[in-house]
Nanobody, 122 residues
C-alpha cells in the first residue's frame, strides 16, 4: 500500500510561484508513474501533469508554466508552478500507479494523497 502526502500549497498572488511536494512511502517509488491532478469547487478532478522515469506530459492549460519532476532517492515528486493565474485555484492531488507508462486520467491511478489547497488571488 502506497501512502502519499502533499505539501506546499498556499495563497499566492497572480503571477507568483509555488512548489508542491509529494512524499511517497510503502512502495518502490521508482517503479511508479506519478501524477498531479486538481479539483476546483464544483468541477471534476482534472489532469495536470504526469512523470514516468523521465518522460512527462502536461495539460494544455499548464504547459510552459508548470514543471513536474521527481527525486527517486527522496521518494518525492514535485510540481513547480510559475506564472500562476486565478483559474489555477484548486485542491491539488498527488497520485501514483505502479508501472511506467503514460497515464493522464483519474481512473488510471490507484493511490491518492489528501490534497493541498492552492489559492491564487487576482
Amino acid at each position: 500500500q502506497v501512502q502519499l502526502v502533499e505539501s506546499g500549497g498556499g495563497l499566492v498572488q497572480a503571477g507568483g510561484s509555488l512548489r508542491l511536494s509529494c512524499v511517497a512511502s510503502g512502495g518502490t517509488f521508482s517503479s511508479y508513474t506519478m501524477g498531479w491532478f486538481r479539483q476546483a469547487p464544483g468541477k471534476e478532478r482534472e489532469f495536470v501533469a504526469t512523470i514516468r522515469w523521465s518522460g512527462t506530459d502536461y495539460a494544455d492549460s499548464v504547459k510552459g508554466r508548470f514543471t513536474i519532476s521527481r527525486d527517486n532517492a527522496e521518494n518525492t515528486v514535485y510540481l513547480q508552478m510559475n506564472k500562476l493565474k486565478p483559474e489555477d485555484t484548486a485542491v491539488f492531488y498527488c497520485a501514483a500507479v505502479h508501472g511506467l507508462y503514460e497515464a493522464m486520467h483519474v481512473n488510471e491511478y490507484d493511490y491518492w494523497g489528501q490534497g493541498t489547497q492552492v489559492t491564487v488571488s487576482s
